[in-house]
């Protein structure tokens, strides 16, 4: 199985709402990810799935930062 995209949690093919919301699920804990998921989440690559990775997903959403890598 590939990698996922990074942001691309729910491997759609995009990031979009979707993701930014399971990130958001994952962060308060109503979500229990798998390890590709989380390394997915992990948009800025530090230290695991925190809050900044939920606002760079959601400006990307708004098309203000594009996640790349």
Do not use: C, W
């Amino acid at each position: 199985m590939p990698d996922r995209i990074l942001g691309d949690i729910n491997a759609d093919g995009a990031i979009n709402g979707k993701d930014s919301n399971a990130l958001k699920q994952m962060i308060s804990g109503a979500m229990m990810p798998t390890d590709i998921e989380q390394k997915a989440a992990d948009v800025n690559k530090k230290d695991g799935v925190e809050k900044y990775d939920y606002i760079l997903i959601k400006r990307h959403v708004m098309g203000t930062f594009k996640i790349e890598g």
